[in-house]
Nanobody, 120 residues
Framework: QVQLVESGGGLVQAGGSLRLSCAAS????????MGWFRQAPGKEREFVAA????????IYAHSVKGRFIISRDNARSTAYLQMNSLKPDDTADYYC?????????????WGQGTQVTVSS
């Protein structure tokens, strides 16, 4: 089992920045790819970004590419999502997830989420 705990959400004005963190415990963090997903009110959960277990490879949703940066620190068992140039459309609950396959359709392990609100 892998336990994931997100932090760093909050209220920010449009154009601002936030950094989300995802602290992992349990099995070896460096064995898992990490992903960030989000769910806005009344919408389906959507993929945001993912990073390979080594941190070498990353992928992003088109809507966040160039504004968000995913990273990880395997020594600290933590993944991050740096969010810049935030827009009201980025308002959502953000979830981190872990899986051995970066391209998994559905990740195995999930955190409880952290809320991000972007005001206009």
């Amino acid at each position: 089992q892998v336990q994931l705990v997100e932090s760093g959400g909050g209220l920010v004005q449009a154009g601002g920045s936030l950094r989300l963190s995802c602290a992992a415990s349990g099995r070896t963090f460096s064995s898992y790819a990490m992903g960030w997903f989000r769910q806005a009110p009344g919408k389906e959960r959507e993929f945001v970004a993912a990073i390979s277990s080594s941190g070498i490879n990353t992928i992003y949703a088109h809507s966040v590419k160039g504004r968000f940066i995913i990273s990880r620190d395997n020594a600290r068992s933590t993944a991050y999502l740096q969010m810049n140039s935030l827009k009201p459309d980025d308002t959502a609950d953000y979830y981190c997830a872990a899986d051995t396959n970066m391209l998994a359709v559905r990740y195995d392990y999930w955190g409880q989420g952290t809320q991000v609100t972007v005001s206009s």
